[in-house]
T-cell receptor, first 112, second 114 residues
Framework: SQKIEQNSEALNIQEGKTATLTCNYT??????LQWYRQDPGRGPVFLLL?????KEKRKERLKVTFDTTLKQSLFHITASQPADSATYLC???????????FGSGTRLQVQP | DTEVTQTPKHLVMGMTNKKSLKCEQH?????MYWYKQKAKKPPELMFV???????INESVPSRFSPECPNSSLLNLHLHALQPEDSALYLC?????????????FGEGSRLTVL
């Protein structure tokens, strides 16, 4: 069966450091992988999409990598700030599948 | 306008009540979704509508009844719910004719079933 695994434990880092979050998947052949941010009690917000033929994608302080051999995506936030504290969800997306299935999410806590 | 609006924000209902959750978007998206989210869990897909037709039902119990009256509106009719149905119900929309369409989520309706 298909599985999406993200660090289930919260990630605590110091302000200014780089946060690295992991998304591993099995029994997917995703053409794309999307990352979302969710704050408590609110709906997820889209951050980045990376395609299978892209190794890396950047947006401001965010960087995503996608390794289809390892079946893994890494999500980096550089120069982290307390405002980056949230839960981050990944969603591998097979071709033709519009609806997303999300990983369990990783809660990031950035300490000032 | 890049908003998905959900009403009500909070709803408390008894197990014998009938209520509805509403969702509206004006981005011209032809795909709309209902997700259910329990505490400390990710959103779980319930239903997908494309061009106002139900295209995916993820084996959701019949006490949840979706409806898409037009391309901007999505309803979720609730009847005879159980306390375990208490959750945050999220509506989302996306472009259907674009493989990589990102999902735009509303802020959710927090449902409590007594």
């Amino acid at each position: 069966s298909q599985k999406i695994e993200q660090n289930s434990e919260a990630l605590n880092i110091q302000e200014g450091k780089t946060a690295t979050l992991t998304c591993n998947y099995t029994n997917y052949s995703p053409a794309y992988l999307q990352w979302y941010r969710q704050d408590p009690g609110r709906g997820p917000v889209f951050l980045l999409l990376i395609r299978e033929n892209e190794k890396e994608k950047r947006k401001e302080r965010l960087k995503v990598t996608f390794d289809t051999t390892l079946k893994q995506s890494l999500f980096h936030i550089t120069a982290s700030q307390p405002a980056d504290s949230a839960t981050y969800l990944c969603a591998p997306q097979n071709t033709g599948r519009r609806a997303l299935t999300f990983g369990s999410g990783t809660r990031l806590q950035v300490q000032p | 306008d890049t908003e998905v609006t959900q009403t009500p924000k909070h709803l408390v209902m008894g197990m014998t009540n009938k209520k509805s959750l509403k969702c509206e978007q004006h981005m011209g998206h032809r795909a709309m979704y209902w997700y259910k989210q329990k505490a400390k869990k990710p959103p779980e897909l319930m239903f997908v509508y494309s061009y106002e037709k139900l295209s995916i039902n993820e084996s959701v119990p019949s006490r949840f009844s979706p409806e898409c009256p037009n391309s901007s509106l999505l309803n979720l009719h609730l009847h005879a719910l159980q306390p375990e149905d208490s959750a945050l119900y999220l509506c989302a929309s996306s472009q259907w004719d674009k493989n990589t369409g990102e999902l735009f989520f509303g802020e959710g309706s927090r449902l409590t079933v007594l």
